[in-house]
């Protein structure tokens, strides 16, 4: 389904949904239809739309610190939303947006900006010589085995595009957000995820280690 629906924009999404209403349970267009709906329009009980925010096509805003929504794995932004709704992840944005929707809205409008189209893989990220003496790069791609640090894209996948329901493409959000994110995981602002394994590799890192990595996947242009 999520791969049938990829190459539509959310207009032929939701036509595409009308059309083959046939074989789906109501149930499921209405919850498709509210997840556009609330992108586009917000809620009655007052979350704002996310598009304002996160642009009209979940692209998000890489100068205001706005993620990229687009193409991320439903079930990961269905955790986002209940985490923020529960103060685990905390921000003063996304807290109280989260807690206007309730957990139908929030499985509605993450199923939504997971049937958009995912970042492209930047061209041959491995390209190039690799040297150790660039931190973010060698950490991106060989991690560093003598302090047990994976590197990241055996989580995220080749050029950090996201791999199944639980790791989140890094293609495609900006530094500053990434590393955010990663001081967020060190501090304990944001849970860890999955068996806390964000905990444990921005734990692992510098602050000079997040600047790095954090330039070059904000540096990888989808
Ligand atoms: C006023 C601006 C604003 C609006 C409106 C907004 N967001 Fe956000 N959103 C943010 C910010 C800022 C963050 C980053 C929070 C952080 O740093 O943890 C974020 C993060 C998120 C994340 C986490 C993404 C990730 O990669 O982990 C999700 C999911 C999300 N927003 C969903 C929504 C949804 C759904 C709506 C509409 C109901 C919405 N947002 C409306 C500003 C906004
Ligand atoms: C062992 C697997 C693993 C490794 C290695 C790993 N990650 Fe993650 N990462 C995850 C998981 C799982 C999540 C989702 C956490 C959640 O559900 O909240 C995540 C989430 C993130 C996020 C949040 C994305 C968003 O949209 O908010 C960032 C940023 C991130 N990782 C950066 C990195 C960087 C940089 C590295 C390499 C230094 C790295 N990760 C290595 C598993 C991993």
Redesign the pocket.
């Known amino acids: 389904m999520r791969r049938r629906f990829r190459k539509f924009t959310p207009v032929w999404t939701g036509m595409a949904v009308l059309a083959l209403s046939g074989p789906l349970t109501p149930a499921l267009a209405q919850m498709k239809g509210d997840g556009a709906a609330i992108a586009a329009k917000g809620t009655p009980a007052g979350a704002l739309a996310c598009m304002t925010c996160h642009g009209t096509q979940g692209e998000g805003n890489a100068a205001a610190g706005f ?1 990229r929504l687009a193409g ?1 794995p439903a079930q ?1 932004l269905a ?2 939303l209940d985490s923020f709704a529960a103060d685990k992840r905390q921000n003063p944005i996304m807290g109280p947006i989260a807690k206007q929707l309730d957990a139908a809205q929030r499985q509605a409008v993450a199923g939504y900006y997971g049937a958009l189209a995912p970042v492209a893989a930047p061209a041959s990220p491995e390209g190039g010589a690799l040297r150790q003496t660039d931190t973010g790069a060698w ?2 791609l060989r991690g560093r085995w003598d302090h047990d640090l ?1 590197a ?1 894209v ?3 996948g080749p050029g950090g595009t996201g791999v199944g329901a ?3 493409a ?1 293609a495609g ?1 900006s530094s500053a957000y ?1 590393a955010a ?2 001081h967020a995981f060190k501090n304990g602002t944001r ?1 860890g ?2 068996q806390d ?2 905990k444990a ?1 921005a734990g692992k ?1 510098s602050d000079g280690d997040i600047t790095a ?1 954090s330039n070059y ?1 904000g540096g990888a242009k989808p």
């Open positions: 993620p991320l990961y955790a986002q950490l991106a994976p990241c055996q989580c995220h639980a790791f989140p890094l959000q990434i994110q990663l849970p995820g999955p394994l964000m590799v890192l990595v996947f």
